[in-house]
């Protein structure tokens, strides 16, 4: 398979002759047997005249440009990886070949010339050390054959050149190398995983996984068709009683149930090929994607334990490498690429969650999805897990992308539910409770998220509900710290997903922040005959932003600084002024002092000011606002 096998010694091993149906029946096991008929697989059995015998426990001797399949028994393939807090290199476990299993390809002439070209004293490096050996209770039985030999084969078999010369002659780590988390991975690694690969067959129409089966292998198309189907909504297991609308407070939208169900199951089923998926429609079985030559699917499967979101079967007769879960995990120890495959997945998911229109990442920049990307965690959480509880402290907000949650807040002896509804409705019945009871605040799945007030308040603000996993789930999180790094330099997005999370709550300071808001805010303050005030505001606001430069820490005053004051200050603040704000007679002398005077000009000459008018805004206009159809339809829109 394109892996060198060195041995350090021989085993006890004999040749031994057998019969061609014999060779037949050992043969239906192997990836060639799917592309032959009742005669050929006669031809193809007389390929093979020579077996190798050995007993348990005994290495393996192989020669490298011939081919084996083992016909009985198992054998193991080991290499020697770095013992974690020693300088000792200790012998590993990779994995078991089986019955059908190819052992042993045999190396192309440009592998071959490909070898030729390193230097003798970097051969070592090139190629991983792997030891073959027999393991179990029986003797090891192989069937051997030369390449000559499956050269004529083939070509009075021209039909068949394409799949056995891909099965037979394919440089493995060359295709490894194409999947985008191995990429930068050292050849010597590589070619330890490709002794790690299995070649699967397949029939046309056979399946190669069912939908919500357990999940164990990748898969890289070598030839063939395979396609990507999915049942019917109603189907999907992990979105039976998740209810989209019932935790308005924890998930910021609400949408149509369809749309609901069509955005969360393209969401779960992104997670087993990162081909762009079509419309889903109404059908018992829908194909969503299709794989050819090159592309894989399954990956997740390497990392999380889930069951096939999905299911893939053949649209022709195709052939497959794998890798299987456990082998995998054995080649970590010598190749520690974990994190690399997790950014891979990460990226799809935060693709798909934007494409899909997720709220929390809708109208986010291109160039801050990478960013945030890299800022997200994976959490794999087990059924009937909290994620987190009442009462502890929000540090993390969460998006669903696989299983779902059940959010609950517990209600405290003597308070009331009523109360609690009149915080957010403005109607509510007292009653009593003796004991503590729990409020069933709805369930949560795939393209929802939670926790997201942990991103919008003060420090140390306290969890009000706890949310459960209800099976096996995947989120992705994000801490406040990790969000502010990545939304902090762009304060419209960040203002953007500020009026989302607090929507029918959001302060008069989130919609200030937003150029949307004060656009609204504007237009309703004008018809109030207010229009002045949010003017002012924004004046001293970019006053304050674009009169000085702070260079090396030293507040440098553009010249201009003391025209653009005194124009605020003649326009709305001065006795006469054409669009006079109501601010207090001593604090309008302090600002004449300063700007006419000799007090000088800083950065912070408005504050005071701007604040005066700010609370006046929020006292006086912006509880009227908030019921104005400008609020309702310009900044709900923006919120939804």
Same mark, same amino acid.
């Given at each position: 398979?394109?892996?060198?096998?060195?041995?350090?010694?021989?085993?006890?091993?004999?040749?031994?002759?057998?019969?061609?149906?014999?060779?037949?029946?050992?043969?239906?096991?192997?990836?060639?047997?799917?592309?032959?008929?009742?005669?050929?697989?006669?031809?193809?059995?007389?390929?093979?005249?020579?077996?190798?015998?050995?007993?348990?426990?005994?290495?393996?001797?192989?020669?490298?440009?011939?081919?084996?399949?083992?016909?009985?028994?198992?054998?193991?393939?080991?290499?020697?990886?770095?013992?974690?807090?020693?300088?000792?290199?200790?012998?590993?476990?990779?994995?078991?070949?089986?019955?059908?299993?190819?052992?042993?390809?045999?190396?192309?002439?440009?592998?071959?010339?490909?070898?030729?070209?390193?230097?003798?004293?970097?051969?070592?490096?090139?190629?991983?050390?792997?030891?073959?050996?027999?393991?179990?209770?029986?003797?090891?039985?192989?069937?051997?054959?030369?390449?000559?030999?499956?050269?004529?084969?083939?070509?009075?078999?021209?039909? =068949?050149?394409?799949?056995?010369?891909?099965?037979?002659?394919?440089?493995?780590?060359?295709?490894?190398?194409?999947?985008?988390?191995?990429?930068?991975?050292?050849?010597?690694?590589?070619?330890?995983?490709?002794?790690?690969?299995?070649?699967?067959?397949?029939?046309?129409?056979?399946?190669?996984?069912?939908?919500?089966?357990?999940?164990?292998?990748?898969?890289?198309?070598?030839?063939?068709?395979?396609?990507?189907?999915?049942?019917?909504?109603?189907?999907?297991?992990? =979105?039976?009683?998740?209810?989209?609308?019932?935790?308005?407070?924890?998930?910021?939208?609400?949408? /149509?149930?369809?749309?609901?169900?069509?955005?969360?199951?393209?969401?779960?089923?992104?997670?087993?090929?990162?081909?762009?998926?079509?419309?889903?429609?109404?059908?018992?079985?829908?194909?969503?994607?299709?794989?050819?030559?090159?592309?894989?699917?399954?990956?997740?499967?390497?990392?999380?334990?889930?069951?096939?979101?999905?299911?893939?079967?053949?649209?022709?007769?195709?052939?497959?490498?794998?890798?299987?879960?456990?082998?995998?995990?054995?080649?970590?120890?010598?190749? /520690?690429?974990?994190?690399?495959?997790?950014?891979?997945?990460?990226?799809?998911?935060?693709?798909?969650?934007?494409?899909?229109?997720?709220?929390?990442?809708?109208?986010?920049?291109?160039?801050?999805?990478?960013?945030?990307?890299?800022?997200?965690?994976?959490?794999?959480? /087990?059924?009937?897990?909290?994620?987190?509880?009442?009462?502890?402290?929000?540090?993390?907000?969460?998006?669903?992308?696989?299983?779902?949650?059940?959010?609950?807040?517990?209600?405290?002896?003597?308070?009331?539910?009523?109360?609690?509804?009149?915080?957010?409705?403005?109607?509510?019945?007292?009653?009593?409770?003796?004991?503590?009871?729990?409020?069933?605040?709805?369930?949560?799945?795939?393209?929802?998220?939670?926790?997201?007030?942990?991103?919008?308040?003060?420090?140390?603000?306290?969890?009000?509900?706890?949310?459960?996993?209800?099976?096996?789930?995947?989120?992705?999180?994000?801490?406040?710290?990790?969000?502010?790094?990545?939304?902090?330099?762009?304060?419209?997005?960040?203002?953007?997903?500020?009026?989302?999370?607090?929507?029918?709550?959001?302060?008069?300071?989130?919609?200030?922040?937003?150029?949307?808001?004060?656009?609204?805010?504007?237009?309703?303050?004008?018809?109030?005959?207010?229009?002045?005030?949010?003017?002012?505001?924004?004046?001293?606001?970019?006053?304050?932003?674009?009169?000085?430069?702070?260079?090396?820490?030293?507040?440098?005053?553009?010249?201009?600084?003391?025209?653009?004051?005194?124009?605020?200050?003649?326009?709305?603040?001065?006795?006469?002024?054409?669009?006079?704000?109501?601010? /207090?007679?001593?604090?309008?002398?302090?600002?004449?002092?300063?700007?006419?005077?000799?007090?000088?000009?800083?950065?912070? =000459?408005?504050?005071?000011?701007?604040?005066?008018?700010?609370?006046?805004?929020?006292?006086?206009?912006?509880?009227?606002?908030?019921?104005?159809?400008?609020?309702?339809?310009?900044?709900?829109?923006?919120?939804?």
């Amino acid at each position: 398979m394109g892996a060198s096998v060195s041995v350090s010694k021989l085993c006890n091993s004999d040749k031994t002759s057998i019969s061609n149906d014999r060779k037949i029946r050992y043969l239906e096991h192997t990836p060639f047997f799917q592309y032959l008929n009742e005669e050929s697989i006669k031809e193809f059995a007389q390929c093979f005249p020579t077996t190798l015998r050995s007993r348990p426990g005994t290495n393996i001797s192989l020669d490298s440009q011939r081919i084996y399949i083992v016909a009985e028994g198992e054998v193991d393939l080991s290499t020697s990886y770095p013992e974690e807090g020693t300088k000792v290199e200790a012998r590993g476990y990779l994995c078991r070949k089986r019955q059908g299993d190819i052992v042993n390809v045999h190396q192309t002439k440009q592998d071959v010339k490909r070898r030729m070209t390193v230097k003798s004293n970097k051969v070592r490096d090139f190629a991983e050390e792997i030891t073959i050996s027999g393991c179990g209770d029986s003797d090891v039985l192989l069937l051997s054959s030369d390449m000559d030999a499956l050269d004529t084969f083939i070509k009075s078999h021209p039909d =068949l050149s394409k799949p056995f010369e891909t099965i037979s002659t394919t440089q493995i780590e060359d295709l490894l190398q194409t999947m985008i988390f191995l990429k930068g991975v050292p050849k010597s690694k590589l070619n330890v995983l490709a002794a790690m690969c299995r070649y699967e067959a397949f029939d046309s129409g056979q399946v190669v996984f069912e939908e919500n089966s357990q999940a164990k292998k990748l898969y890289l198309v070598l030839s063939g068709l395979a396609q990507v189907v999915a049942k019917d909504l109603p189907s999907v297991p992990s =979105l039976r009683g998740v209810r989209p609308n019932t935790a308005s407070s924890t998930s910021s939208r609400s949408l /149509p149930t369809s749309t609901f169900l069509e955005q969360s199951v393209a969401l779960q089923r992104s997670l087993e090929c990162s081909c762009d998926c079509t419309s889903l429609v109404e059908s018992d079985e829908v194909a969503i994607a299709e794989l050819t030559n090159g592309q894989y699917f399954g990956e997740t499967a390497l990392v999380f334990n889930i069951d096939r979101t999905c299911s893939v079967k053949t649209a022709e007769k195709s052939l497959f490498l794998t890798v299987h879960k456990t082998d995998f995990e054995n080649f970590l120890k010598i190749c /520690p690429i974990e994190e690399s495959l997790k950014a891979v997945i990460k990226q799809r998911m935060v693709s798909k969650l934007s494409s899909l229109g997720i709220p929390f990442l809708n109208g986010i920049p291109e160039d801050m999805i990478s960013s945030l990307t890299s800022s997200v965690a994976i959490n794999e959480v /087990p059924s009937n897990h909290a994620v987190f509880c009442q009462g502890d402290v929000g540090d993390n907000f969460y998006i669903i992308v696989h299983g779902s949650v059940k959010v609950a807040s517990k209600i405290e002896a003597d308070t009331t539910i009523g109360d609690r509804i009149a915080n957010e409705e403005g109607d509510g019945i007292k009653v009593a409770r003796d004991m503590p009871t729990e409020n069933n605040i709805g369930t949560l799945g795939p393209g929802q998220y939670f926790g997201e007030m942990a991103l919008v308040n003060s420090d140390n603000a306290l969890r009000t509900a706890t949310v459960t996993s209800t099976q096996k789930s995947i989120l992705l999180s994000i801490d406040k710290e990790s969000f502010q790094t990545v939304f902090g330099s762009n304060r419209q997005v960040l203002a953007e997903f500020e009026l989302r999370v607090m929507k029918g709550s959001a302060q008069l300071s989130h919609i200030l922040a937003h150029s949307l808001g004060i656009a609204s805010f504007r237009n309703f303050l004008e018809k109030e005959h207010a229009g002045e005030n949010i003017d002012f505001w924004v004046a001293v606001n970019d006053f304050g932003n674009a009169m000085f430069d702070d260079a090396d820490g030293v507040v440098m005053i553009h010249s201009d600084s003391l025209e653009k004051a005194k124009r605020i200050f003649v326009t709305f603040c001065a006795e006469y002024a054409d669009r006079q704000v109501n601010l /207090p007679h001593k604090m309008v002398a302090e600002l004449d002092a300063k700007i006419n005077g000799d007090g000088g000009i800083t950065p912070d =000459l408005f504050n005071a000011s701007q604040q005066e008018i700010y609370k006046l805004m929020e006292k006086d206009k912006f509880a009227r606002y908030k019921n104005s159809d400008d609020f309702k339809v310009s900044c709900l829109s923006l919120m939804s």
